[in-house]
């Protein structure tokens, strides 16, 4: 089973992503295990690192092979479910088109990460605190892409 760790904080410039970034690369690195590191920050700072760090331009990413995608994926399939079927049997499967999502650091063998897109047309995960408190959907997103994915890996 995997382990989820959020950080989280309001205020600006306190390093949240830098800490992120190097427990990720820790737990690794010492432990040996895949680490997942997921940008919800609308300033995609971690994003920005872990594609420097892998040597990936974002010019090179697709819209298809971001977080921002999979979340209106999830989202767009939720709202096309009914909630009858959403309890009895989950969601259909996403996974064939996110599988492409997840990015690896090689110089951190078991590091990787979801980038986050700035391209305003497909930005919306930077208003998440907003959709969260208005749509459940959102939140069924997140943890619907996250289990998704442990159970591929």
Same mark, same amino acid.
């Given at each position: 089973?995997? *382990?989820?760790?959020?950080?989280?904080?309001?205020?600006?410039? !306190?390093?949240?992503?830098?800490? !992120?970034?190097?427990?990720?690369?820790?737990?690794? &690195?010492?432990?040996?295990?895949? !680490?997942?590191?997921?940008?919800?920050? #609308?300033?995609?700072?971690?994003?920005?690192?872990?594609?420097?760090?892998?040597?990936?331009?974002?010019?090179?990413?697709? #819209? /298809? /092979?971001?977080?921002?995608?999979?979340?209106?994926?999830?989202? /767009?399939?939720?709202? /096309?479910?009914?909630?009858?079927?959403? +309890?009895?049997?989950?969601?259909?499967?996403?996974?064939?088109?996110? &599988?492409?999502? =997840? &990015?690896?650091? #090689? !110089?951190?063998?078991?590091?990787?990460? =979801? #980038?986050?897109?700035?391209? +305003? &047309?497909?930005?919306?995960?930077?208003?998440?605190?907003?959709?969260?408190?208005?749509?459940?959907?959102?939140?069924?997103?997140?943890?619907?892409?996250?289990?998704? =994915?442990? *159970?591929?890996?």
């Amino acid at each position: 089973m995997a *382990k989820k760790i959020f950080v989280g904080n309001y205020k600006g410039g !306190v390093g949240k992503t830098t800490t !992120v970034f190097e427990i990720g690369a820790g737990l690794a &690195k010492k432990y040996e295990k895949k !680490v997942l590191l997921i940008d919800l920050d #609308p300033q995609c700072s971690l994003t920005s690192i872990c594609m420097q760090i892998a040597g990936i331009s974002f010019a090179n990413i697709k #819209p /298809e /092979e971001t977080l921002n995608y999979a979340f209106d994926l999830y989202g /767009e399939n939720l709202k /096309e479910t009914s909630r009858l079927q959403i +309890l009895k049997d989950g969601i259909g499967s996403m996974y064939d088109y996110i &599988k492409n999502i =997840i &990015k690896s650091i #090689p !110089v951190h063998r078991q590091l990787n990460f =979801i #980038p986050t897109s700035l391209d +305003l &047309k497909n930005s919306r995960i930077n208003d998440l605190a907003d959709r969260l408190s208005v749509s459940k959907n959102s939140i069924i997103s997140i943890a619907c892409l996250l289990s998704e =994915i442990e *159970k591929k890996r």
